[in-house]
């Protein structure tokens, strides 16, 4: 008789509750992508914005100080105008609207980098190997299966948008020395965090929504790569022949933009820019017509409702015949 | 009580996959028995809360089947019958997952996974990945996977579809070993019948939906106190014309007579038969239907 059974052994531990259970998909879908040379590529590529946005904010703390640690880089502070170098914090807000602005600008190039790298394999991989029927005959739920898809494009997307962003909102904070400025600038770090969730629920489900349409890989890439590039072209294109208001819409990186835009306030923020910078460029952003944030919501929306609707027709519960 | 069944009707559209469906059934090894189409893997999907039922209702270890779904997938383990992957992982990842999916810890989860792997015989190749597996090492795997948490009933949907002699006799005694030395409650469904007298005590039959037979395998298997078996040594020919003889009409089976024994007639005759062709009689005993026989007639019956 043995001393030690080395056959089955009972588990005696404990199971945990239902309502964290999608955690569980993310967790293993963000090991699983992070595997990839291409992810952790972008990543890096990613931080250096992030970097920059740091240096800048914490500069700009320096510069509202007078610190003597710019001394080095007076050159670049001389051509200022006189009313921006005599009262600084007067601009704290702009400055770091659009800042923050033109981060995010940036970073949805790495956003759109990270969903097509990260997504495509979500659920499209999942039907070609029949994996379904093995996460719902377990206690995982339909809306269990999609969080935590989403949650594996929203830890890459966050990684690259709302962590830099409260970051270099933190280093922004403590250079500057100043008790008000979080009570001033508080609404430009919650339209950035908005932002970035927004774009998270946004691409994350659609690119979700076209991961569910085939088991091919490559094309749920190229229909990403359809949507980006495609789109742009398009209203680019358009706006050359039609000239209308409506011809960003179709562009959905025009359209994420057009609700950054709103979020930050970028307008009223380039307006005292462009009143002591007398570019044209400048007063463009200020004053120029935009078309309106509405459209561009409606349109995201739809999106949104259009991939839900597809997801809950491709992900279906097992309640049928085979 | 493993699970009861009451009533319990489902539909989809036009097609009635279970019908009326009553049963209940004790702790053990539990065949599923009954030909395509007859309701089985609805009826465990009905069990594991993953379908709505149109009417009826049910207990699975003794939670109720339209409330406590999740919790019930989680006290019970679940090999598909389906060829079914979580893709781009290794063997250990993969059963690790399946524990974080009904609530392991990550750690417990892994240390589990190790420890079932080696179980079913997987260990050598835990870390390849999944895709690459022969497919008895998929239905090993799809075992280890439904085991991970030790869970207090198993079912297992068809798991030697496409296996050689040599792995399903081992899922077999796997399936064996966890339901008659390590207490846990096994449902076993397949259409092999020898696959389930292998490994259950006790067996549901399933005919369109409607329950045809349950009960213990060995109660099922009726003795025929009026038909032997009987193996002779020596020229068996010779024994079954003495049989003929004596009025006994004898049918050869494998390496035994079958011998229907008139009214009046007792197993002496036997020894009589025997002593006239010259035979040893080295094994007598009255027949008992195979399963086979069981679930023929049950259908015959539905029909």
């Known amino acids: 008789?043995?001393?030690?059974?080395?056959?089955?052994?009972?588990?005696?531990?404990?199971?945990?509750?239902?309502?964290?259970?999608?955690?569980?998909?993310?967790?293993?879908?963000?090991?699983?992508?992070?595997?990839?040379?291409?992810?952790?590529?972008?990543?890096?590529?990613?931080?250096?914005?992030?970097?920059?946005?740091?240096?800048?904010?914490?500069?700009?703390?320096?510069?509202?100080?007078?610190?003597?640690?710019?001394?080095?880089?007076?050159?670049?502070?001389?051509?200022?105008?006189?009313?921006?170098?005599?009262?600084?914090?007067?601009?704290?807000?702009?400055?770091?609207?659009?800042?923050?602005?033109?981060?995010?600008?940036?970073?949805?190039?790495?956003?759109?980098?990270?969903?097509?790298?990260?997504?495509?394999?979500?659920?499209?991989?999942?039907?070609?190997?029949?994996?379904?029927?093995?996460?719902?005959?377990?206690?995982?739920?339909?809306?269990?299966?999609?969080?935590?898809?989403?949650?594996?494009?929203?830890?890459?997307?966050?990684?690259?948008?709302?962590?830099?962003?409260?970051?270099?909102?933190?280093?922004?904070?403590?250079?500057?020395?100043?008790?008000?400025?979080?009570?001033?600038?508080?609404?430009?770090?919650?339209?950035?965090?908005?932002?970035?969730?927004?774009?998270?629920?946004?691409?994350?489900?659609?690119?979700?929504?076209?991961?569910?349409?085939?088991?091919?890989?490559?094309?749920?890439?190229?229909?990403?790569?359809?949507?980006?590039?495609?789109?742009?072209?398009?209203?680019?294109?358009?706006?050359?022949?039609?000239?209308?208001?409506?011809?960003?819409?179709?562009?959905?990186?025009?359209?994420?933009?057009?609700?950054?835009?709103?979020?930050?306030?970028?307008?009223?923020?380039?307006?005292?820019?462009?009143?002591?910078?007398?570019?044209?460029?400048?007063?463009?952003?200020?004053?120029?017509?935009?078309?309106?944030?509405?459209?561009?919501?409606?349109?995201l929306a739809v999106l949104f409702g259009i991939s839900i609707c597809i997801l809950s027709l491709r992900i279906r519960s097992l309640d049928r015949l085979r | 009580m493993l699970f009861q069944l009451q009533g319990v009707t489902k539909t989809y559209g036009t097609v009635t996959a279970l019908r009326d469906l009553s049963v209940e059934v004790p702790e053990g090894a539990i065949g599923l028995l009954g030909p395509n189409g007859a309701g089985k893997t609805t009826m465990i999907r009905t069990l594991l809360g993953l379908i709505s039922i149109d009417a009826g209702a049910g207990q699975v270890l003794g939670m109720d089947i339209r409330r406590r779904r999740l919790d019930i997938r989680q006290a019970v383990g679940f090999a598909p019958e389906d060829e079914c992957l979580f893709p781009a992982v290794v063997g250990i990842e993969f059963v690790a997952f399946a524990g974080e999916l009904v609530g392991m810890r990550p750690k417990d989860a892994m240390q589990r996974a190790h420890e079932v792997l080696d179980y079913v015989g997987l260990g050598e190749a835990r870390y390849r990945k999944v895709e690459t597996y022969s497919t008895g090492m998929k239905q090993r795997l799809k075992l280890a996977a439904a085991i991970v948490h030790d869970p207090r009933l198993l079912i297992v949907d068809e798991p030697t579809n496409g296996m050689d002699p040599a792995g399903r006799d081992e899922l077999l005694e796997l399936a064996r070993d966890l339901a008659r030395n390590k207490g846990m409650s096994l449902l076993f469904s397949s259409h092999l019948l020898p696959d389930v007298e292998a490994v259950c005590d006790h067996v549901i039959v399933l005919g369109a939906g409607r329950l045809l037979a349950s009960g213990r395998i060995q109660e099922l298997k009726q003795l025929h106190k009026r038909q032997y078996e009987v193996r002779v040594k020596a020229d068996r020919e010779r024994f079954a014309l003495q049989l003929s003889a004596a009025g006994l009409a004898a049918e050869p089976r494998d390496d035994v007579l079958i011998v229907d024994l008139p009214d009046g007639r007792g197993p002496s005759v036997f020894w009589e038969a025997a002593l006239a062709a010259g035979a040893q009689i080295r094994y007598m005993r009255p027949r008992q239907s195979t399963l086979e026989e069981v679930f023929l007639k049950a259908l015959s019956e539905q029909r």
């Open chain 1, 1 to 299: 008789m043995p001393i030690f059974d080395q056959g089955y052994q009972h588990w005696h531990g404990t199971l945990t509750g239902h309502t964290w259970r999608w955690l569980a998909i993310a967790h293993q879908g963000v090991r699983t992508q992070w595997q990839k040379k291409a992810t952790k590529r972008v990543l890096v590529v990613a931080m250096f914005p992030a970097l920059v946005l740091a240096l800048l904010l914490a500069g700009w703390g320096l510069f509202e100080q007078q610190s003597a640690l710019l001394e080095p880089f007076l050159f670049l502070i001389q051509g200022l105008p006189a009313e921006l170098k005599a009262g600084p914090r007067s601009f704290r807000v702009p400055i770091w609207t659009i800042l923050f602005n033109n981060f995010l600008y940036i970073e949805v190039i790495f956003s759109m980098l990270l969903v097509l790298i990260v997504g495509p394999d979500l659920i499209s991989q999942d039907l070609r190997f029949n994996a379904l029927p093995l996460y719902l005959s377990r206690p995982v739920r339909r809306v269990d299966y999609f969080l935590g898809k989403l949650g594996v494009i929203a830890v890459y997307l966050a990684a690259v948008t709302i962590v830099p962003i409260v970051l270099a909102y933190g280093a922004g904070v403590c250079f500057s020395l100043d008790y008000h400025v979080l009570e001033q600038t508080i609404w430009v770090l919650l339209g950035s965090v908005a932002y970035g969730v927004i774009l998270v629920v946004s691409a994350g489900t659609l690119m979700l929504a076209f991961s569910s349409l085939s088991k091919n890989t490559r094309l749920v890439g190229g229909l990403w790569l359809g949507v980006w590039f495609i789109g742009n072209i398009a209203a680019g294109v358009l706006a050359g022949m039609v000239r209308a208001d409506w011809c960003p819409l179709v562009s959905y990186v025009e359209n994420l933009g057009r609700i950054r835009e709103v979020l930050l306030d970028t307008k009223s923020a380039w307006e005292p820019i462009a009143r002591i910078f007398p570019s044209r460029r400048f007063a463009e952003n200020a004053y120029s017509s935009e078309f309106p944030w509405q459209w561009s919501a409606a349109v």
